[in-house]
């Protein structure tokens, strides 16, 4: 496999991570109440959409295909959270804590990716920005579920 191939397949999967949480962040905005959270979740969705973009534009620049849609893990993922959301009586908390999980699980993967010693500057930069976004993410939403 060419190097341009892993580092592609690698960017996949970041991209398929992308789209669930895009979705998984659609989700969340139509599960709670409160209109503070609605429009985080929203501006987070239109978020991940982006950083879909940036990841697709630098597969492309390898002369790869990018992935298209949404992963099997991901749907049963948000199922889930739609599920506890329904039943869970803080249907907020249970949101949150569920992105949570999410944006944790998020932060490996970009870490495991950027642990390559061999990635390309102009990939590292990117994903180092969406990492630190993530990250900030993650505080914002460990403030919400406090707040909750």
Known sequence: MKFTEK??????????????????YKLAEENVKDNTLKEYFGRKAKERYDFGHQIKNEI????ESPDKGTSVAGDAHRLWMNVKSTLSKNSEEAVLEETIRGEKNAIEEYQSILS???????????????????????????????MA
């Open 7 to 24: 580092i592609s397949n690698n960017l996949n999967e970041l991209l398929t991570k992308n789209y669930d949480a895009e979705a998984g």
């Open 60 to 63: 492309k620049v390898y002369g």
């Open 116 to 146: 390559n010693p061999n990635l390309p500057p102009t990939t590292e930069a990117i994903l180092n920005t969406q990492l630190d976004l993530i990250k900030g993410t993650l505080e914002e939403v460990k403030a919400f579920e406090i």
